[in-house]
């Protein structure tokens, strides 16, 4: 392994006028001139998770950023490009090292057992990914010594003794001026603790190696005003830029081997461990094919990643250490990193140790996959904290069920109407509010796509839901002209399709003062078709939200599966649907939101 890694740093040296193409260490590894005319390929969409440490059983705010990120994944796919999903577990660490001791455990079968909890968590939530690394792997062992080989031949690398405050919780080195004495009011007990994250230090002096951050003070804060929006939201790329503004410190990037034994060796040096946070960031390249990628096709695996999807308490991490690394390098950085708030309960921070805490599996299993998705991205918070409470989940399910489930229930059951005549008639109402619901209905998917394109999720499904809501009562008078936000529930109810299909009664008479039917029908077709179009297009641009339901709601408008793309949610664009793929009769089938069990 040694002699690899150093064959890779000469190789390296050879070819600093391309320092992101890294060539292969193998000594029979095909010649990469054979390569060098290949047409380009399109980069695919990468987006990324963390990687979750193994030390505990997966909670709400694990599920939380999966399903952002999975989110992102699925719409740009739905776009019809190649979209990657990359997430995983870090399984090195001091943390993790004496979680294993705790639980009496070899460390290698305590990570085994609880990287499985993520993958079951992934598997229960309906996430797409594509790579699920674990750091205990040899592929990424491999690319994160070769990375530090490089740091070392660009002389960002130097020996040196250390000592300060160690947070073993947050795998984190705190200055002097960053702890406190505190108080633990359950047990009386005093200890310093990080006034970061409240989580408590212990005093560490060692000789180990540093990383030459301060040398790289500029060139970040350069990179932060050339992408302005490299950070959402803005108030912690404000936050970033200041604290590399107030200046940087190198950073301690190895631990003595007798301290840290669980983790990837220094290369050269095997009584020192590699740091946990380098060794874990380099995960995002690692499944990108670091360090082979191929001259010319060096972005065919996604990286520079599109967005780093990350909570909000591993920013520094993510926004400084990580790009002051490929910056060292000179690796691109990163596209965006959007940064998510936390979930309470009880407007009470999150604990394991009190118990305050919430198990994502069983919320799944008692509300189903798509409804903790839609509540997760519809209430979650990304600027600001949000509060977790199974009402609220109720409450989102029943607001489902009233708008959407009740268009589509609506409109594929009315006894006056045929959805596939509708459609194949394929007219729209041509009266103001027919039209006023028609160019918002036109306007939607540009609208979601720029919102998603913004990492706004939330707004992005509130945009789509303002389609199909009636938010409010509406006077009978205002029939025919009053159509707010092109609202399609309230469009239908003023436009009143049954009010044209009933121009007969029981016994094929004409009712006094009805139009004819020469008005009637084509009415009627237009009304149930422009409501028909609404339900489509609203079930194409949710199914990055909710996969299995929109799956569900698509099957029952008789769409075909190879026209459900991002394309497809336009006007017009389909005009074979209607006739429903599974029974519409009134069991849970034919709903698309059926009762909660």
Known sequence: MRNRLLNATRHFSRCAKAPWNCYPTHANALSYRNYSNAPPIEKPYYVTTPIFYVNAAPHIGHLYTIVLSDVLKR????????????????????????AAEKARQDVRAFCDLNSKAFVDLAKAADIRYDHFIRTSEPDHRFAVQHFWLMLKERGYIYESKHEGWYSVSDESFYPQAAVHLTLDPATGRKFMASQETGKEVEWTSETNYHFRMSNLRDRLLQHYADNPRFVEPSTRMQDVVQQVTDGLSDLSISRPVERLSWGIPVPDDTSQTIYVWLDALVNYLTKAKYPFQIPGQESAAGWPADVHVIGKDIIRFHCIYWPAFL???????????????????????????TGNVVNPFFAIERFGSDTMRYFLIHSGGIRDDSDYDNMFIIDCYKNLQGSLGNLVTRVIRGKGWDVRRAVKFGQTDDSAGGRTHLNALKELPSAV?????????????????????????????????????????????????????????????????????????PKVNSIIYQCAESIRICGILLQAVMPGRMKHLLDLMGVDEGKRMFRDAVVGADTAYGTPMVDVGKGREGVVFPPLR
């Open 75 to 98: 719409f740009h796919a739905l776009k019809g490009r190649k979209a990657i999903l990359c997430t995983g577990t870090d399984e090195h660490g001091m943390k993790i090292q004496r």
């Open 327 to 353: 910056l060292a390098l000179d690796l691109p950085l990163p596209k965006q990193i959007m940064t998510h708030a936390h979930w309470t309960l009880g407007r009470q921070k999150m604990s394991k140790s």
């Open 449 to 521: 796509d720029q919102k998603m394109i913004g990492l706004q999720l939330g707004a992005a499904m509130k945009q789509i839901f303002s389609m199909v809501h009636q938010r409010e009562p509406f006077p009978r008078e205002s029939l025919r002209t009053n159509i707010k936000g092109g609202q399609t529930n309230q469009y239908m109810q003023i436009a009143s399709p049954w009010y044209y299909s009933a121009r007969t009664d029981e016994h094929g008479l004409r009712r006094a003062k009805m139009p004819d039917i020469e008005y009637c029908i």
